[in-house]
């Protein structure tokens, strides 16, 4: 059974950094998407970073708000994907999930996302 557990989340002041982990189990596909995605109150769920793991290569995507800001990564050995946020502002005050799926290069929207965590809270003050 797949499981992704999210951790990392908290209150933090504008300008601050977090690193967000979401620990992965019992997922075994080859050639997939992860990534992180967002909601705050009353807005729609936003795609924030995404990456797809492939035999040789992983390539990384991020949405224009979070560019030079945010960073996701991965550590293989220990199957957990991170986010990375620096110069966090108010607006990025959000539940964060994290997603896994099978699918391919881009990783575009969420039809890859098989698979979801049950969120971690970043309150960002300013």
């Known amino acids: 059974q797949v499981q992704l557990v999210e951790s990392g989340g908290g209150s933090v002041q504008a300008g601050g950094s977090l690193r967000l982990s979401c620990a992965a189990s019992?997922?075994?596909?080859?050639?997939?998407?992860m990534g992180w995605f967002r909601q705050a109150p009353g807005k729609e769920r936003e795609g924030v970073a995404r990456?797809?793991?492939?035999?040789?290569?992983?390539?990384?995507y991020y949405v224009d708000s979070v560019k030079g800001r945010f960073t996701i990564s991965r550590d293989k050995a220990k199957n957990t994907l991170y986010l990375q946020m620096n110069s966090v502002a108010p607006e990025d005050t959000a539940m964060y999930y994290c997603a896994a799926g099978a699918g391919g290069i881009p990783c575009r929207g969420t039809y890859w996302t098989d698979y979801w965590g049950q969120g971690t809270q970043v309150t960002v003050s300013s």
């Open positions: 990456m797809y793991v492939g035999a040789r290569d992983t390539y990384t």
């Open positions: 019992g997922y075994t596909v080859s050639n997939y998407c």
